[in-house]
């Protein structure tokens, strides 16, 4: 079986596990709370659609707007799916694949109007992916770190204000600092991705406990089992001992 066609069933499995999960709620409330975290999750998925062609038709406003309410969704999904202890790896999966989709879509119509500035952030973000998917093809199910979430907090703050000069027509070269720190978090959440990935998966080491009835009975078997293996070997020795014996007496009835 092909890595990539792995991770697909493993996908579809996490996300029939959820469906299950789904089905054993009976109450409303129950089902809501599970549903709300992953539905502002996949909203991320859908807002290029809308954001990209604003975008490109000039109307920087309405954009910035899409990506102010979209991008509060990231904030809310994971929040309110721990707060109502609904976490579920389907729900993780669907957060790193929205969140990439999410942050290709603010850069693509940036990249179009200043692409000298912007190539180097989408490169980056591009590599973060690369490595995370190069990690997940290989079983180590790759999880955000501290670095990862700063490095994505710096850039949306970086896209939103871009997005914003172009409404106030404000020079960017004077966001030239902002953006050199979001491509150096980037850089740096690389490093430590592909730095982490490479470390090899110690299996635990599996202890099996037992209290002391347990192993009194264990002990008490042990010694059955040496005592039959003794008389067994009684057994063979009398028994080899009579045969000895009988080709004695068959000699002799010879002579």
Known sequence: MS?????????????QEYLNSLKKEKTFSGRLKKRLPNILTKSRI??????????????????????????????????LARKWH???????????ISDKMFALGLI????????LIMLPTLILEFGIGFVSTKAELNGKHPKSSWLGKIKTNFLYITLTVLYLSKCFNFPINYLLPLIGITNISQ????????????????KPEIKIETNDEEK????SKEQTIQQ???????????????SEEEKQFVKKLKK
């Open 46 to 79: 859908v807002a290029p659609f809308l954001l990209v062609p604003a975008s490109i038709i000039g109307n920087f406003a309405i954009a910035t707007i899409i990506a102010g309410i979209f991008g509060l969704t990231d904030a809310f999904d994971g929040h």
């Open 3 to 15: 890595k990539a066609k792995r991770v697909i069933e493993e996908y579809n499995k996490n996300k």
């Open 86 to 96: 609904t976490t579920s790896e389907y729900g993780r999966k669907l957060d790193v």
């Open 108 to 115: 693509l119509p940036l990249l179009i109007v200043n692409p």
């Open 216 to 219: 009194t009975e264990v002990k």
């Open 187 to 202: 850089l740096a959440t690389v490093i430590q991705y592909q730095h982490s990935n490479n470390k090899k998966v110690e």
């Open 228 to 242: 039959q293996i003794r008389e067994y070997q009684q057994i063979k020795d009398s028994l080899l001992e009579k």
